[in-house]
């Protein structure tokens, strides 16, 4: 029992790396990289703190050479899930009654840990199993994921001092228990950080969980693992498996003490799991929390006062980072005739520069798309366009697959603002751009806010207030991230808290007090300190 209000240490963001050729950091993490490369790792999953390995070997692949063998993972069984929920469901009393205190002292350790000895690792992990140059990995899988057990921690105890008023006589009080049962976290390949942050954060709060990484992710999940562990996560807290998706979410979703999904990855995998609780909601000990982040089909619109330069930077920032492979990534581009020459024109210079290739060469701006559907579906898109009467491609379009899935930064250009690639979530590093006439700037905001079901993030590019508030207004509902000048990607935990509405998803915010809300389950306490003795009130007389 606690005999004190502690105050936990105040969060920072983490200070990125800059990586410069030469320095000391970069020597060291590519040191790392060359050393995990040349092993062969054997991935268990980990169930009650123990590493559980089957006779099921999968090949683990890198995405910049999918003929090099870097190791394998152990995949299991829904024998394994009945494990996992069984083992949280035992660890769940016990975890429950640890102080806050000792609780959080687990995920602030582990920061340290990420910040200090594991950041070279937990960063090559990320460039060899999901092709991130050491720029996209210190910013994911060290900062990011830092900031995430920081700011929770701190965001925990903001939340815990939050209080209701007393009256005379009366003392009232909340309390933020753990939700009732256990909890399922699915996690996409794409980020290293949100990966960690959905288990880590409903552990943090109290509560146990079944954890899925994504299986192009597996490499660095177990250094996760192996972060937590060592940084005295009991077991059973957070069991990580690797089972089939749709019979795991079935066989999750129809136990009776499943308490609440945290969800990154598709549209359509997330809405079907929704049914599937809405299938089985009648079986639950309690109604489960549902928080997702899905799809996206991110904007930018420049307006005819926007900054020729700034516009052209954001695009090539924002779309070909991590191959286009961010939920946030700019995607469809809404460009005004009077500028788009000169854009396009800045956008094939520094395009001209760019170096694809292995994150093992830091020069290297763009790496590999995921695996080989990743590789055929951007294929798909560019031949398309090259055969299509309304589309071009302007810039780019190469690709080649005969040592690693390379897609190159590719934009192509549309007379329709309909065309598929205007509308669809592509996932790879290919811009769309609509033309638009400068006289149509307002029914192109329209047509901004109807042309995609999704809600994610989005951006004007202007050097007119006016413009900028007309936007502003229009595009309330288009994203739940918007940026104003500036490229539509890089949230910073803390700063800019992430998600979006629509078929992007519950808009939950990661990286904010609103998330870890969803993940307690509130108790009033109402203490009289002299009860009444008598039932008459003073109205009887």
């Known amino acids: 029992m606690s005999k004190a209000i502690s105050q936990v240490p105040i969060a920072i963001n983490e200070p990125v790396n800059s990586y410069e050729p030469g320095s000391s950091e970069v020597k060291s993490l590519i040191a790392t990289y060359k050393k995990m490369w040349a092993e062969k790792i054997e991935i268990p999953m980990v169930i009650n703190g123990k590493d559980v390995k089957t006779n099921n070997h999968v090949r683990l692949q890198s995405p910049q050479d999918h003929q090099h063998d870097f190791g394998f993972y152990h995949q299991g069984d829904m024998s394994h899930v009945d494990q996992a929920i069984d083992t ?51 910013i994911d899988a060290a900062c990011e994921f830092i900031d995430f057990l920081r700011f929770n921690a701190e965001f925990m105890t903001e939340m815990y001092a939050e209080q209701p008023i007393s009256d005379n006589g009366i003392w009232n009080r909340v309390e933020y228990r753990p939700l009732e049962g256990f909890c399922f976290a699915v996690t996409p390949f794409n980020f290293t950080a949100i990966s960690g942050n959905l ?31 060592e ?24 136990h009776r003490d499943f308490a609440g999904l945290h969800f990154t ?33 991110d904007f930018v619109i420049a307006h005819p006062s926007a900054n020729v330069e700034a516009v052209a930077t954001a695009l090539v920032r924002g779309a070909f980072e991590y191959q286009g492979q961010k939920c946030s990534a700019a995607s469809r581009a809404y460009i005004p005739q009077s500028l788009w020459n000169d854009v396009k024109k800045v956008m094939e210079n520094q395009m001209s520069t760019i170096k694809v290739g292995s994150p093992e060469d830091p020069s290297n701006f763009v790496n590999a798309v995921i695996d080989k559907n990743s590789f055929e579906k951007c294929k798909g898109y560019i031949d398309r366009a090259n055969a299509s009467s309304e589309a071009t491609v302007a810039i780019g379009g190469k690709y080649d697959d005969a040592k690693g899935w390379f897609v190159h930064p590719t934009v192509i250009e549309t007379t329709n603002p309909q065309y598929e690639s205007m509308v669809e979530e592509i996932f790879g590093p290919i811009l769309s751009v609509y033309v638009y006439q400068d006289a149509d700037w307002a029914e192109t905001l329209k047509l901004v806010d109807s042309s995609s079901p999704y809600s994610l993030t989005g951006s004007v590019f202007s050097q007119c207030r006016y413009a900028i508030d007309e936007a ?33 998803g519950t808009n939950d915010k990661a990286g904010s007090k609103m998330n870890l809300l969803r993940w307690v389950s509130v108790r009033s306490i109402k203490e009289t300190f002299v009860s009444p003795k008598d039932y008459k009130y003073p109205y009887l007389g």
């Open 88 to 138: 949280a469901l035992a660890a769940k009393a016990k975890w429950n009654a640890l102080g806050w205190e000792q609780r959080v002292s687990i995920f602030l350790k582990a920061a340290d840990l990420i910040a200090g000895p594991y950041r070279d690792i937990i960063n090559a992990a990320t460039m060899i199993g999901q092709s991130k140059n050491v720029h996209q990995a210190e």
């Open 199 to 229: 288990p880590a954060c409903m552990a943090m709060m109290g509560n146990v969980v079944v954890w899925k990484p994504s299986d192009k992710q597996i490499y660095s999940a177990k250094v996760i693992m192996d972060v937590l562990k």
């Open 231 to 254: 940084a005295g996560l009991p077991d059973g807290v957070i069991n990580m498996i690797f089972t089939d998706g749709k019979e795991t979410a079935e066989k999750v979703m129809a």
């Open 265 to 297: 990855g598709s549209t359509r995998v997330f809405q079907g799991m929704w049914k599937m609780i809405g299938d089985n909601i009648h079986n639950y000990r309690t109604y489960p929390r549902i928080v997702g982040e899905t799809g996206g089909k």
């Open 472 to 504: 502003y207004k229009a595009l309330e509902n288009a994203s739940g991230n918007f940026y104003i000048n500036d490229k539509p990607t890089g949230a910073v935990v803390g700063q800019q808290p992430f998600g979006g509405g629509r078929a992007s």
